[in-house]
């Protein structure tokens, strides 16, 4: 099982990314099916961030929850991003 695709907007789903940058989707799956969400993730267009198993739903929920509050403010054309400075 996986759980993702919550924490954007349709037409952001189906753009695939925001003013020509790729668009991160957060998700929790089952650690044995993570290949599988990630190419599905991938295949829309979106870079994949695995947030752990399915017991670890309640990130995507909290991530919805600050999407939505920006959302109020920005417009729903918004999406969150992972940034690594590694």
Known sequence: MVRAFNTIAVE???AGNLQG???DMFYVSDAH?????DQLTTDCGLRP????DLDQGHLTDQLL???AAFGQQ???HIA??????R
């Open 74 to 76: 920005r417009g729903h």
């Open 65 to 67: 929850s600050l999407w």
């Open 80 to 85: 969150l991003a992972l940034i690594d400075g």
């Open 12 to 14: 952001t789903l189906s």
């Open 33 to 37: 099916i993570t290949e599988v969400a």
């Open 21 to 23: 940058r790729p668009v």
């Open 49 to 52: 961030v695995r947030l752990g």
